[in-house]
């Protein structure tokens, strides 16, 4: 190709000053306007209203519709500002993908299951308000889903000072989740990786890039973004084989990955799947293997009231059905129950440029 895949994610100087203002205004909501909210709750906490009596005031105050819907508003902006972007390059990928396609010599390899139930919520949720949700395609070969997705994680990532200077669909998160791996496992070196809900697979590549001896392998829900997962790592160089699945029914032999990591599936999933996912994740390690995921840092007991009161609004409006669920959830116990071992099972906080993210997982026990 006369152009790498990176460099066609170029948005137009007009695209790209919409996309930073986007940005700019959600670091705002999400910091500033959070932060008042929360002094606003102290005040009313320290007038005489209990606990539950001043979440109740919160949720009434001006402030609080007003940092609600700005949220909401910003939430539209960014898919409508992306979404200009995507239209005009999604005609460039689809020509792409449809050259790949039609190759016969690849270095990955991409196992789509037409048959394949899609689960909730991701059947019928339009996560994140993505519109359309992850599984939308117009045609068997648009890849506007999976290009929304990437787009808006580069918008994010930008917010939030990280990736900056870099080329859209650098990795990053999964350094994070790499850095933990190596503090679990010194010397960690495996030789077959599984990315557990990979999305458009670019930090699937990050991983094979840290290990690129190791036989590397990704799956997710979404037909659109494997097809873009496979594309991009073609034109990147690196073989990955990707495959249209179920993380908790995978189809992979037992035993055959030492490394399983996952970024944010789990609050996407559900309170019936995520047990099956990790029992699965404990099926397909082998002894010794580790498990590790990364996840938003919400859960209930360490947040303050007006912060679960702001989650629970995600819940209602901002297409994030188990954002509290996950958030409740005892993920040491529900390893343990999966059949980890209780001293092989670890759920932290690590830090993340000014703030922290959830780190937890499990070895699989030797022998």
Not at 240 to 268: C, M, Q, W
Not at 288 to 303: E, M, W
Not at 317 to 341: C, K, S, Y
Request: glycine fraction near 10%.
């Amino acid at each position: 190709m006369a152009q790498r895949l990176e460099s066609l994610y170029r948005p137009t100087h007009d695209e790209a000053a919409r996309h930073g203002f986007v940005g700019a205004l959600k670091r705002h909501v999400n910091g500033p306007m959070e932060h008042t909210l929360s002094a606003h709750y102290d005040a009313l906490l320290a007038s005489g209203g209990g606990v539950e009596q001043s979440g109740v005031r919160l949720q009434d105050e001006r402030l609080f519709r007003l940092w609600a819907s700005v949220l909401y508003t910003s939430q539209d902006l960014m898919w409508e500002s992306l979404g200009e972007t995507v239209d005009r390059l999604n005609p460039l990928y689809v020509e792409r993908w449809r050259d790949l396609a039609g190759r016969r010599e690849k270095l990955g390899s991409l196992q789509l299951d037409p048959s394949l139930t899609i689960p909730e919520p991701i059947a019928s949720c339009e996560m994140h308000r993505q519109p359309g949700g992850y599984c939308h395609a117009a045609d068997q070969d648009n890849l506007t889903a999976p290009l929304a997705y990437f787009s808006a994680a580069d918008l994010y990532l930008s917010a939030k000072g990280f990736g900056l200077g870099q080329a859209a669909g650098t990795p990053a998160m999964c350094h994070l989740i790499l850095a933990a791996a190596r503090r679990k496992r010194p010397g960690l070196a495996p030789t077959c990786v599984l990315d557990m809900g990979c999305g458009p697979g670019t930090e699937t590549i990050g991983y094979r890039m840290a290990f690129p001896n190791a036989e590397m392998h990704g799956v997710d829900l979404a037909a659109p973004f494997l097809k873009f997962a496979h594309l991009w790592a073609e034109h990147q160089g690196q073989a990955i084989h990707y495959r249209h699945a179920n993380a908790a029914d995978t189809r992979y032999p037992a035993g055959k990955f030492d490394l399983i990591v996952s970024h944010i599936l789990f609050h996407e999933t559900s309170g019936e799947m995520l047990p099956q996912i990790l029992r699965e994740a404990h099926r397909l390690l082998a002894p010794g293997g580790v498990l590790l995921n990364a996840d938003v840092p919400y859960q209930t007991l360490t947040q303050s009231v007006p912060k679960r009161i702001t989650n629970a609004w995600q819940v209602d409006h901002n297409g994030e059905p188990f954002w509290i669920g996950f958030a409740d959830t005892d993920v040491r116990q529900a390893l343990i129950e999966a059949g980890f071992e209780p001293e092989e099972v670890f759920a932290e906080y690590v830090p993340l440029g000014s703030g922290r993210y959830f780190i937890f997982g499990a070895a699989k026990k030797d022998g």
